[in-house]
């Protein structure tokens, strides 16, 4: 199956700085998302991205769908951006539709 | 509008027992999934429903796990007997995705089941 890697798979930041969080997958894909788990478990969707850039915010992301990655910018990072961020596709040949295979994730800690 | 529901919230149990959690998608949702969520890991799908018809179980360890979305809205996972290793976070999402096109099919998760097996 599809593959997907996510770095780094830790990130201190201080609070006010910005951050880029990378996200690699083996196979063309028709469906990207990007998640933040918070530290209570919940998964809240961030985008919903196969292509092209998007901003919400603080918040921005691009997918090189024809280079197999994407990217997840957090600018002026605060403290309630810490959680889990995860990256999560489907493969074009997934005639299915829809079941994302995540990455592995990138834990964020922001400190005040 | 409502989120999707899950209960319980955390369930402990001893292994060889049996264990049931619940999902109630968002309304209008045809599409459910269940996910486990080990420590430390991704989730990884275990199943996908569409209206009350499996799109998908080849992670699902049928011998021991089952599920079932009878009317179409709410679900059932069942784990009957669970093993030391089925310790995770069991998560129901929903999305409005039918079938056909690829369109903007975002998932919805519900809070979680957290199960430990002692």
């Known amino acids: 199956g599809i593959q997907v890697e996510q770095s780094p798979p830790d990130l201190i930041l201080q609070e006010g700085a910005n951050s880029t969080l990378r996200c690699n997958f083996s196979?063309?894909?028709?469906?990207l998302q990007w998640f933040h788990q918070n530290p209570w478990g919940q998964l809240i969707n961030l985008f919903y991205?196969?292509?092209g850039t998007k901003q919400n915010g603080r918040l921005s992301a691009t997918t090189v769908a024809t280079e197999r990655y994407s990217l997840l910018y957090i600018s002026s990072s605060q403290t309630t951006d810490s959680g889990v961020y995860f990256c999560a596709v489907t493969a074009n040949r997934n005639n299915a539709g829809n079941m994302l295979t995540f990455g592995g994730g990138t834990r964020l800690m922001v400190k005040p | 509008e409502a989120g999707v529901a899950q209960s319980p919230r955390y369930k402990i149990i001893e292994k060889r027992q049996s264990v049931a959690f619940w999902c109630n998608p968002i309304?209008?949702?045809?599409?459910l999934y269940w996910y486990q969520q080990i420590l430390g890991q991704g989730p990884k799908l275990l199943i996908q429903?569409?209206?009350?018809?499996?799109?998908?179980d080849s992670q699902l360890p049928k011998d021991r796990f089952s599920a079932e979305r009878l009317k179409g809205v709410d679900s059932t996972l069942k784990i009957q007997p669970a093993k030391l290793e089925d310790s995770a976070v069991y998560l129901c999402?929903?999305?409005?995705?039918?079938?056909?096109?690829?369109?903007?099919?975002?998932?919805?998760f519900g809070s979680g089941t957290q199960l430990s097996v002692l």
């Open positions: 309304s209008g949702h045809a599409t």
């Open positions: 999402a929903s999305s409005p995705w039918t079938g056909g096109g690829f369109t903007n099919e975002k998932l919805f």
């Open positions: 991205i196969p292509s």
């Open positions: 429903f569409q209206n009350n018809g499996v799109v998908d």
């Open positions: 196979d063309s894909v028709n469906n």
